[in-house]
Nanobody, 124 residues
Framework: QVQLVESGGGSVQAGGSLRVSCAAS????????MGWFRQAPGKEREFVAA???????LYADSVKGRFIMSRDNAKNTVYLQMNKLKPEDTAVYYC??????????????????WGQGTQVTVSS
């Protein structure tokens, strides 16, 4: 069983930066494909970014060029560096993990494990 714990959320003004982290335990972290999703009030949870075991990344169009996802296998941690934040980035950010398998890593159903989420609030 894999446990995921997010941290680093908070409040920031529009145009600012924030980094959220996700620490994993209970599995072979280096094997896992990791993802970040977010959910704003009254909206569906949506894909933000994903990273493979080798470090290749995938981003939603809405964050491309502003957000950077990375992983540190030695620390069993993934990061989401968020720059040029906008009020519409306000959401609870969730970390997700899965063993590599066929499918689309930008879909919620692709992932087997989820964290509890961390709140990110961007004020205008």
């Amino acid at each position: 069983q894999v446990q995921l714990v997010e941290s680093g959320g908070g409040s920031v003004q529009a145009g600012g930066s924030l980094r959220v982290s996700c620490a994993a335990s209970g599995g072979i972290f280096s094997r896992y494909r990791m993802g970040w999703f977010r959910q704003a009030p009254g909206k569906e949870r949506e894909f933000v970014a994903a990273v493979s075991w080798s470090g290749s990344t995938l981003y939603a169009d809405s964050v491309k060029g502003r957000f950077i996802m990375s992983r540190d296998n030695a620390k069993n941690t993934v990061y989401l560096q968020m720059n040029k934040l906008k009020p519409e980035d306000t959401a609870v950010y969730y970390c997700a993990a899965t063993v590599p398998k066929p499918g689309n890593s930008d879909l919620r159903k692709y992932y087997d494990y989820w964290g509890q989420g961390t709140q990110v609030t961007v004020s205008s």
